[in-house]
């Protein structure tokens, strides 16, 4: 068997040249001999018996009206809910809960046929940019093993890299799809927010959490869109009743009429040497695919780390409040509490990373009395801005490309005792999750043999015109088949 795309693996299970019970195993071999060399994956599920009763199903089948993802397993990120199977999101106050349900976009994916075959690694509550704030240790890069492989969905854009899994779902609060699918050289999507249930995946920043696929193509990341976008307004009123869910289906319509903006602030940004040139080679590509290029000003984006990391906390810092080991998460085995505010105390203190911790302060601290008006209504009024900004650009221009982050993946440690060298690093991903845009990162070159990536970012609910934009790319380049020369190996 050999490592293939979604769209491929697809074919070939409709031709019935393989089996889902073969690929299911195939994968779970290849977890079983990788997994512990970088961490990827946090508990591996053993869903053979499914997968062969989705074989069975096909065989029954004779008119064709299966999905495509029939029969095709996945890896889902840590902070989404999966019945019966651990969900940890990554923290000691989570370590042995199961969830009694699934969370929307799982269970459409179910419902779609897909096999689940392992829960992946992340950050400690999707806080961080490394997946080195993981109660269950870091991810490691699959390109080179003493660098990060981003975060906070780190595991899931490792799983991919590797090939692990033809795909996985991450989350993306300020980035953390589009930073470690540009880390590890693969193809990730934060949609528009609204287009995927949040219901089921663990609250963060209610207000910017948004689930999407990462996958080895633009493609494939399409297919799994069709599938986990739904408007589902009885579990989360903030989803969109989008009336489009045929992501796949547009990827055939030209792109030579779209003019696509070139942000002047982002191109102009503080980045490592060697971006400007990869950058300037997509940009080209694009030229010859026909779009026009323009540029852009966004003016305000140069304050959005100092909103982000003041409302994503505020938000936190209320969400969090429910681990206090009173109904359900970790409860401190001491049993040396005076009272309630001691018990919560000792639970909570046992159980949460400081990366948590230092969020839960700062909301805490920002929306305290006296300072609300100061910290969280400011940082709004920014985000504001930042919106109005984007809304101005997408009158000149349909799609807007810039760079992911300022670097190719840091070095393991280099920046975990600087958090705020670390939330720098969001500064290109953070104004869309403020703006509830969607954007797509797509692998556009190497430098120091590390990947790196470029977004494409378009207005809201042009999800399907992102996708298209970042297929033509990979119809005429190469970079998103590279794979890591140690995962190689069809076993
Ligand atoms: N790096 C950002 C943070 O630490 C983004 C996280 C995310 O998107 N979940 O908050």
Redesign the pocket.
């Known amino acids: 068997m050999a490592i293939q795309t979604i769209k491929k693996t697809s074919e070939l299970l409709a031709q019935k040249k393989i089996s889902s019970e073969e690929l299911t195993r195939f994968y779970m071999q290849r977890l079983a001999k990788h997994n512990p060399t970088i961490n990827a994956c946090i508990s591996v599920v053993d869903n053979i018996e499914r997968a062969k009763s989705l074989d069975a199903m096909r065989e029954k089948n004779s008119s064709g009206s299966l999905s495509p993802l029939h029969g095709i397993p996945i890896i889902h990120k840590d902070n989404l809910c999966t019945k019966d199977i651990l969900t940890t999101c990554a923290s000691k106050a989570l370590s042995t809960f199961k969830p009694p349900y699934d969370a929307t976009l799982v269970s459409n994916l179910n419902k779609a046929g897909m096999v689940i075959i392992g829960k992946a690694n992340m950050d400690e509550f999707?806080?961080?940019?490394s997946n080195e704030n993981s109660y269950f240790g870091p991810c490691l890069n699959p390109w080179n093993k003493g660098y990060v492989p981003g975060?906070?969905s780190g595991g899931s854009a490792a799983a991919v890299a590797a090939r692990l899994a033809p795909a996985a779902i991450g989350?993306?609060?300020?980035?953390?799809i589009r930073q470690p699918a540009s880390y590890c050289g693969i193809t990730g999507m934060k949609p528009s927010y609204g287009l995927v249930s949040r219901y089921g995946m663990v609250a963060?920043a209610s207000s910017l959490d948004q689930a999407g696929p990462m996958a080895q193509t633009a493609e494939d990341c399409a297919m799994l869109l069709d599938h986990m976008a739904s408007y589902d307004p009885e579990n989360d009123m903030t989803s969109l009743d989008a009336n489009d869910y045929q992501f796949s289906q547009n990827l055939k319509e030209p792109i030579r009429s779209l003019k696509v903006g070139i942000p002047k602030e982002y191109f102009h940004g503080d980045h490592i040497p060697g971006m400007q040139t990869l950058m300037q080679h997509c940009i080209d590509e694009y030229v010859a695919l026909g779009v026009e290029i323009v540029e852009v000003s966004l003016p305000d984006v140069s304050h959005c780390v100092s909103a982000y990391y003041t409302l994503?906390p505020c938000q936190a810092s209320s969400n969090l409040s429910r681990y206090d080991g009173n109904i359900y998460g970790y409860r401190s085995q001491l049993n040396r509490q005076q009272d309630i505010d001691d018990f919560y105390i000792q639970n909570r203190s046992e159980s949460l990373g400081r990366e948590v911790k230092r969020r839960i302060m700062i909301g805490t601290y920002a929306l305290s009395s006296g300072y609300y008006d100061d910290y969280y209504v400011k940082a709004n009024k920014i985000s504001n801005l930042i919106r109005h900004d984007f809304h101005e650009a997408f009158r000149h221009v349909d799609v807007i490309l810039a760079p992911t982050a300022p670097s190719h993946a840091f070095k393991i440690g280099e920046m975990i005792d600087d958090p705020v060298k670390m939330y720098q690093q969001?500064i290109y991903t953070i104004p869309v999750n403020l703006a509830e845009l969607p954007s797509i990162s797509f692998p556009i070159g190497f430098y120091n043999n590390l990947p790196v990536g470029m977004q494409a970012i378009g207005p809201k609910l042009s999800d399907a015109r992102l996708l298209n934009f970042a297929h033509k790319y990979q119809e005429i380049t190469q970079w998103h088949k590279q794979i890591p020369t140690e995962f190689d190996q069809d076993v």
């Open positions: 999707a806080m961080g940019g975060g906070s989350s993306d609060t300020g980035g953390s963060f994503a969001d």
